[in-house]
């Protein structure tokens, strides 16, 4: 589809194979999902811009570089916790956005609780991080509050994705690129993308029992 980029590496297979599986337990869980944001946020960042510095090696001057703009990770809580420290492994000096919000689990609609964007949003490039893109509503809305706050170059990066929310957040902000490790069959009729990983949130942080 167009404007949505499925990562296709085999170590991000392995990854996404060991949080499917339904056996794997919360500590592991939570450890692979930040494996997984290190080939994500690789792939996702691949765009950002360099700026030229002159370096000095003990031999010699020679050219390198820097990030041209400041990079910001948003995190649409709770699930996306969970991708923020493999960005900030690869960005330790990105400044980090919260967003809080939960799915309705009847009218699946996204409800906001909590907003913290730190300034300078309008000259950063952004990215937004969820690990699932389920009817696409929390995406869509997140994007639409970081855009009220002022942001312009707005990136949206998960670890599964259903059709339907990839149609939803591409229909609703066209200028937003899509970085996803995979693209699953289709949402069940309770919102839950199939084969899928099950709730995010809950395997992250062990609330599932
Ligand atoms: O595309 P959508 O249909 O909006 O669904 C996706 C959202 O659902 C999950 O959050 P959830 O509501 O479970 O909150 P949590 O992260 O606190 O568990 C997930 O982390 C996304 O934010
Ligand atoms: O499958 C899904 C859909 C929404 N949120 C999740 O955590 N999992
Ligand atoms: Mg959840």
Known sequence: MDGVTVVDHVLLRRLLSILRDKDTPHRVFRETMTDAALILGYEAMRGLRPAE?????????????????EVFVVAILRAGLGLVDGFLRLVPEARVGHLGMYRDEEALRPVGYY????????????????????????GVQAIARLKRA??????????VAAPEGCRALREAHPDVHITTAAVDRELDETGYIRPGLGDAGDRIFGTDR
């Open 53 to 69: 510095v002159e370096i000095e090696t003990p031999l010699e001057r020679t050219p390198g570089v820097r990030l041209a703009d």
């Open 115 to 138: 907003e913290n964007i730190p300034s300078g949003v309008e000259d950063a490039e952004v990215f937004v991080v969820d690990p699932m893109l389920a009817t696409g509503g929390s």
């Open 150 to 159: 002022g942001a312009r170059r707005i990136h949206f990066v998960c670890l």
